[in-house]
């Protein structure tokens, strides 16, 4: 199944975020050993970029960049897709560009975030990361 990965599940687990870490590594886990297949926006890896640079500095940084796109996917960002994030009715743009591109991308079957309700127009499925485990797709 190919899932797309809001980037607050990868701060979960970059962050070791109480709560929300065994989860969200449980999830990336199933993507890292090809069980489902992650995708990640290309804003999502320059955020994961840039707060991992503060909290860990860039060269370790760089290395969960690297690993990260060691098995995920990456969709696109181009202007196409900043104008129909601009036309939807979402509260915040970022997690308007992160819907846009999931729906873009072709196979994406749901969005995993700890945000549900900002993802409540999509037309995807949308869990968080307990609810995708407890699903047992």
């Not at 190919?2 to 199933?30: A, I, M």
């Not at 129909?84 to 992160?98: G, K, P, T, Y």
């Not at 873009?104 to 995708?132: C, M, Q, W, Y």
Request: glycine residues 4%; contains cysteine.
């Amino acid at each position: 199944m190919r899932v797309y990965l809001d980037t607050n599940v990868l701060l979960d687990v970059l962050l070791k975020r109480e709560h929300f870490y065994e989860d969200s590594l449980e999830v990336l886990n199933l993507c890292e050993n090809k069980e489902h297949e992650g995708w990640v926006n290309l804003a999502t890896i320059a955020n994961i970029f840039y707060i991992g640079s503060k909290l860990v500095g860039k060269k370790e940084a760089r290395s969960i960049i690297e690993t990260l796109i060691s098995y995920l996917q990456i969709t696109g960002t181009d202007r196409q897709l900043v104008i129909n994030a601009l036309e939807i009715d979402f509260n915040d743009f970022e997690d308007a560009l992160q819907y846009t591109s999931a729906y873009r991308t072709d196979g994406i079957h749901a969005i995993i975030t700890r945000n549900n309700k900002d993802f409540k127009n999509s037309h995807l499925p949308v869990f968080s990361p307990a609810e995708f485990l407890k699903t047992g797709f």
